[in-house]
């Protein structure tokens, strides 16, 4: 199992650009979320979803958008990048509320 | 809302001192409660769970307990390594309707030989 796989590792964007950051899972888990990481601000969360077609908000959802037309995938979506985007961020899964969440090995993202 | 405080670090020991990293908890309901573990430049590692009152997570020689009476679930070794620095997160999942995860803010634990 290749577990929470986030691409791509690094990006630069310039404000104003867009891009999705994927994340796939292949252990069959309901649940998904995207956090971003702030330094002295732990993880906050952005959006989230408990199965394929359901998502919702977290704390931070300006300016990103999710969808999940599949169990594996759960892509993020910056729609008009800002240089407050300027974070690393990660995808995490898990089948229940009792498991505990995996987590991916984030994406750096700097937005000049 | 629901939230998760942890104290505030960087906590500095010396090698096979005792550690204690607190956090508390505020939630609705009977949240599942997890400690979770992050080294330099990586993503985060689960170390330790509990799903209900008076449970104990445990692995790797740490350990926490589920207190419900005081909120609490602090994070306890007996004797900590070099190889245990790294950054600690408190963690609670939200019981009924609200699926989400939720982080404390972390605590820096710098372990020196």
């Known amino acids: 199992n290749a577990g929470v796989t986030q691409t791509p590792k690094f990006q630069v964007l310039k404000t104003g650009q867009s891009m999705t950051l994927q994340c796939a899972q292949d252990m069959n888990h309901e649940y998904m979320s995207w956090y971003r990481q702030d330094p002295g601000m732990g993880l906050r969360l952005i959006h989230y979803s408990v199965g394929a077609g359901i998502t919702d908000q977290g704390e931070v959802p300006n300016g990103y958008n999710v969808s999940r037309s599949t169990t594996e995938d759960f892509p993020l979506r910056l729609l008009s990048a800002a240089p407050s985007q300027t974070s690393v961020y990660f995808c995490?899964?898990?089948?229940?509320?009792?498991?505990?969440?995996?987590f991916g090995s984030g994406t750096r993202l700097t937005v000049v | 809302g629901d939230s998760v405080t942890q104290m505030e670090g960087p906590v500095t020991l010396s090698e096979e001192a005792f550690l204690t990293i607190n956090c508390t908890y505020t939630a609705t309901g009977y949240p599942s409660l997890f400690w979770y573990v992050q080294y330099p430049g990586e993503g985060l590692q689960l170390l330790l769970k509990?799903?209900?009152?008076?449970d104990k997570g445990s692995n790797k020689g740490f350990e926490a307990t589920y207190r419900k009476e005081t909120t609490s679930f602090h994070l306890e070794k007996g004797s900590v390594q070099v190889s245990d620095s790294a950054v600690y997160f408190c963690?609670?999942?939200?019981?009924?309707?609200?699926?989400?995860?939720?982080f404390g803010a972390g605590t820096r634990l710098a372990v020196h030989p």
């Open positions: 995490a899964s898990s089948p229940d509320r009792n498991y505990g969440y995996t």
């Open positions: 509990a799903t209900k009152a008076d």
């Open positions: 963690a609670l999942h939200a019981s009924g309707g609200y699926n989400k995860l939720i």
